[in-house]
């Protein structure tokens, strides 16, 4: 089973600021992640498939980088919506999938 | 526009069974695989199940395999989860969730809430 380790566990950012997060895989997932966000009492969404690749509405400031072992989430300036739970997933090795244990980007 | 709406929570006592349902609509339900997918209070989440598009293939989590049973009715456009045997542990939000792709997931329903407790 690949395990996923996403790093801060929460990051305090400002609004208008970047946030950088990051997701690494105890082995090589290729390009094989998605990242999801979540708010509070709602369902994830989808953000990024491919590692780069943004779904449907996501906006151009949030974007995904990485392959391989090593993958990042960046978020160019932090808008009020944008504060959440944000999860990495791979689906390179599976069944299982696996997920991160999320990072919260909460408010400075 | 897409939309899964999940079913059949509830509390339920140790060793009891539950079934989910996951009711599908806006999109083709016969082409698309579907997963379970778990959240526990205050906790990350977990993949639990995936049935494919036509049913002929599934897959389970360690953690739930010989206890739960994936199945869908594309009659019907819904997907279930037959849980038995539930532990305290299986306590958790479960969301359905459409693939779009081999292991991702483009559309999540909102959850439904089983509480094993005695």
């Known amino acids: 089973e690949i395990v996923m380790t996403q790093s801060p566990a929460t990051l305090s950012v400002s609004p208008g600021e970047r946030a950088t997060l990051s997701c690494r895989a105890s082995q090589s997932v290729s390009s094989n992640l998605a990242w999801y966000q979540q708010k509070p009492g709602q369902a994830p969404r989808l953000l990024i498939y491919g590692a780069s690749t943004r779904a449907t509405g996501i906006p151009a400031r949030i974007s995904g980088s990485g392959s391989g072992t090593e993958f990042t989430l960046t978020i160019s300036s932090l808008q009020s919506e944008d504060f959440a739970v944000y999860y990495c997933q791979q689906y390179n090795n599976w069944p299982p999938l696996t997920f991160g244990g999320g990072t919260k980007v909460e408010i400075k | 526009q897409v939309q899964l709406v999940e079913s059949g929570g509830g509390v339920v006592q140790p060793g009891r069974s539950l079934r989910l349902s996951c009711a599908a609509s806006?999109?083709?339900?016969?082409?698309?695989?579907i997963h379970w997918v778990r959240q526990a209070p205050g906790k990350g989440l977990e993949w639990v199940a995936v049935i494919s598009y036509d049913g002929s293939k599934k897959h389970y989590a360690d953690s739930v395999k010989g206890r739960f049973t994936i199945s869908r009715d594309n009659s019907k456009n819904t997907l279930y989860l037959q849980m038995n045997s539930l532990r305290a542990e299986d306590t958790a939000v479960y969301y359905c969730?459409?693939?779009?792709?081999?292991?991702?997931?483009?559309?999540w329903g909102q959850g439904t809430l089983v509480t094993v407790s005695s």
């Open positions: 806006g999109f083709t339900f016969t082409s698309y695989g």
């Open positions: 969730a459409k693939e779009y792709a081999s292991g991702w997931a483009d559309y």
